[in-house]
């Protein structure tokens, strides 16, 4: 079995700061790649952040210069220190992990989100 968990999310003014964690855990023999996700009320999921296991990253257009990505590969643990955070940013926060498994299968597992809310 394999658990994948955010934690990290709350409420925080708008210029300040958070940072996500995302550890998988359970019968894991590598994980590949590792993804953050959100989805604001009414609108599609969409792609934040994405690390490869040798640290290739690439971010949205929307938080390019705000959002790192970052994982330890020995702890199977994401992260997401967001930066500079706007009212645009509310939403769920999801991780997506990528990863193999003991019994030798690749497959793709989500945590069941954080919510993050930017206000006054």
């Known amino acids: 079995q394999v658990q994948v968990v955010e934690s990290g999310g709350g409420l925080v003014q708008p210029g300040g700061s958070l940072r996500l964690s995302c550890a998988a855990s359970?019968?894991?023999?590598?994980?590949?790649?590792m993804g953050w996700y959100r989805q604001a009320p009414g609108k599609q999921r969409e792609l934040v952040a994405h690390?490869?296991?040798?640290?290739?990253?690439n971010y949205a257009d929307s938080v390019k210069g705000r959002f790192t990505i970052s994982r330890d590969n020995a702890k199977n643990t994401g992260y997401l220190q967001m930066n500079s955070l706007e009212p645009e940013d509310t939403a769920v926060y999801y991780c997506?992990?990528?990863?193999?498994?003991?019994?030798?299968?690749?497959?793709?597992?989500w945590g069941q989100g954080t919510q993050v809310t930017v206000a006054s």
């Open positions: 359970g019968s894991i023999f590598t994980v590949y790649t």
């Open positions: 690390i490869t296991r040798g640290g290739s990253t």
């Open positions: 997506n992990a990528v990863l193999r498994v003991l019994a030798g299968t690749t497959a793709n597992y």
